[in-house]
């Protein structure tokens, strides 16, 4: 059983380009969580998403970041007009579901963004 | 409210040491705790996990230690091994009735010695 696959592993991108994140969730699983983790900090909660739906993006930053996760193909977390700061790993996260049991979140290898 | 403060930012262990790492929250609404194991370049590994119902929980070499009423839980690994060398991240959510996302504590960087 695969676990949760993410690509690419490293992306590299100029000032002002776009990135382009994509997590493939468990198999059995439909809830998906991304978290940015910056150099030398903790994993910090940007957005919660199930099938075609955002359910808390409370996390996320309110310009140039957005979410999907299509009812087809992978979660994608989507940086537009990236800067500097941006650089960081991001990881994603999925659960077979929310409350007591199955909510297990298993994180992915994440992604790492570097902002030249 | 959301916060969770772990400690120590890092710390160094002789091989067959005991590793003991506390976390402190301050939501009551919080209901799941979960330990992650990262090492470096990786993504988060769940090492072990407990729920307010009971005060201890071992697996293995570690134990979780839960104190409801003070907010607090500790990780401790029996036995470390250089191998138990990694950066380690206790969390919270309040998975029931918040959407399960994890507020995670800043890491501890752990090494152990041979």
């Known amino acids: 059983n695969a676990g949760v696959m993410q690509n690419p592993r490293h992306l590299v991108r100029r000032r002002g380009q776009e990135a382009r994140l994509r997590c493939s969730p468990m198999k059995g699983h439909s809830h998906v969580y991304w978290y940015r983790q910056l150099p030398e900090e903790g994993l910090k909660f940007m957005v919660y998403?199930?099938?075609?739906?955002?359910?808390?993006e409370s996390g996320m930053p309110k310009e140039r970041f957005s979410a999907e996760f299509p009812k087809e193909g992978p979660s994608i977390l989507r940086i537009q007009q990236v800067v500097r700061g941006d650089s960081a790993a991001y990881f994603c996260a999925s659960s077979r579901k929310t409350g007591l049991a199955g909510s297990e979140q298993f994180f992915g290898p994440g992604t790492r963004l570097t902002v030249l | 409210q959301q916060q969770v403060k772990q400690s120590p930012q890092s710390l160094i262990v002789q091989k067959g040491g005991i590793s003991i790492i506390n976390c402190a929250y301050e939501?009551?609404?919080?209901?799941?705790f979960p330990w992650y194991q990262q090492f470096p370049g990786k993504g988060p590994a769940l090492l072990i996990a407990i729920r307010p119902d009971v005060s201890e929980k071992k697996e293995g070499r570690f134990t979780i230690s839960f104190n409801k009423s003070a907010k607090q839980f500790s990780l401790h690994i029996m036995d470390s091994q250089p191998g138990d060398s990694a950066t380690y991240f206790c969390a919270a959510s309040g998975a029931h009735n918040q959407g399960g996302k994890l507020i995670f504590g800043q890491g501890t960087e752990l090494s152990v010695k041979p």
């Open positions: 939501n009551t609404a919080f209901d799941y």
């Open positions: 998403l199930q099938k075609e739906n955002i359910i808390d």
